[in-house]
């Protein structure tokens, strides 16, 4: 096991009608406006906006809003919010929402605190020395970002999409009420789901050895988001069930399952990039490669894959062959995949890749041929290019 720090400063208000608490959370952060950033038109339609609104108003809480974040955030969004909040003097930011809404959250408040254009931070060109505190009222299970230091926009110019990651992002709060995503579409559920378990994924899939208890917590919250995953194909309205994703959203994405591991992320890297240049659902998109990606990398450990498929997916160990086992994981994996409705290719996707997309895609994901990704298997451009054919 490898050295590591955990650092999880958030704290959560889990259950239902959690989010009555927003006034009182805001003010014991001392903040006298905020920003109350979301999406499209369900939260208005939910009656969840109204809520919000009474409940800083009752504790004495100025606001102003901003609405319009879509899936894959925009830059311009972003823009726009930092030049509202410049504007009205906003010292607070709440994301209403899912992760591309506490992703647009966090950026803009970067934007806020930081002497450089906002962009510059997420190309690398230039390190974050603050952010503006950022709140969340968590709409979706899915990113898990209302307790990690990422955030990830998407560049329109280019369709470039890129993570800025950093502790000054964390949210000071995270009201998780399982009732809110009740209403969401089934797609975006399972998708959901699917990130949920790639964020565990990314990090389970190491070389390092002697990893007991970080291995059963990730074996573990896999089972229970793939048990639960399938009961909400049937029982959308199952507050337990809502319950279980919710919390292992945040679980999966906060550090803990990656507590003395390197993680890998390569296939989050090949997907940034579908989802930049396509718009896809992010979840989705990390289902449609991971199949081929594991295929392509299982031989470097292959006790790896078998321990994951016979601990998180129950296939019976061939002791006599492993490398049969590992395969049989990755099909069951696949066919997980398929029985909650995600894809498994790209062309699933509804995008039908030319060959002069795959090499661009390959070249903005290695930077231009600048970087390799990934560390369980360390993956060049032609390596990655590959992937895409294979996913394809």
């Not at 291995?215 to 229970?224: A, K, P, Q, W």
């Not at 409705?341 to 390959?362: F, K, Y």
Request: proline share 2%.
């Amino acid at each position: 096991m490898k050295n590591f720090e955990y650092y999880t400063p958030t704290k959560v208000v889990f259950g239902k009608d959690a989010e009555a608490q927003t006034g009182s959370l805001i003010q014991a952060q001392n903040c006298k406006k905020v920003l109350v950033n979301f999406g499209g038109s369900s939260a208005k339609q939910s009656g969840l906006l109204d809520k919000v609104f009474d409940s800083l108003t009752n504790a004495e809480i100025e606001y102003v809003t901003l609405g319009g974040v879509v899936p894959n955030p925009r830059l311009s969004k972003v823009y726009e919010g930092i030049d509202l909040c410049k504007k009205e003097n906003v010292d607070f930011i709440l994301a209403v929402g899912g992760g591309s809404v506490i992703d647009s959250a966090k950026a803009i408040g970067y934007g806020m605190v930081n002497d450089c254009d906002v962009w510059d931070l997420y190309e690398g060109k230039a390190k974050a020395t603050g952010c503006l505190p950022v709140g969340v009222i968590l709409t979706i299970a899915a990113a898990g970002s209302e307790m990690s230091s990422s955030s990830v926009i998407t560049k329109e110019e280019g369709w470039l999409k890129r993570g800025c990651n950093t502790d000054y992002s964390r949210c000071k709060f995270a009201i998780m009420n399982p009732e809110l995503t009740y209403t969401l579409p089934q797609y975006q559920t399972e998708s959901g789901c699917t990130d949920i378990l790639m964020h565990t994924m990314e990090r389970y899939f190491t070389t390092e050895r002697s990893m007991e208890v970080t291995d059963s917590i990730s074996e573990g919250l896999m089972r229970t988001v793939i048990h639960n995953a399938k009961i909400l194909m049937h029982k959308p309205q199952c507050y337990d069930a809502r319950a279980e994703i919710m919390w292992a959203g945040s679980l999966s994405h906060n550090g803990l399952t990656g507590c003395g591991s390197v993680g890998d992320w390569s296939c989050h890297q090949l997907e940034h990039e579908l989802g930049g240049m396509f718009d896809v659902a992010h979840g989705a998109g990390l289902s449609a490669v991971w199949g081929s990606w594991a295929r392509y990398v299982y031989k470097t450990d292959v006790m790896r894959f078998v321990q994951f498929a016979v601990n998180v997916l129950g296939v019976s160990n061939d002791f006599k062959d492993p490398e049969k086992t590992a395969l049989e994981g990755i099909k069951a994996m696949e066919n997980f995949y398929r029985f909650i409705g995600m894809p498994t290719s790209i062309r699933e996707l509804g995008v039908e890749l030319t060959d002069e997309q795959i090499h661009e895609l390959a070249y903005k994901c290695s930077f231009k041929k600048t970087r390799t990704i990934g560390n369980f298997q360390i993956l060049n451009m032609e390596d990655i290019e590959k992937i895409y054919i294979m996913a394809r």
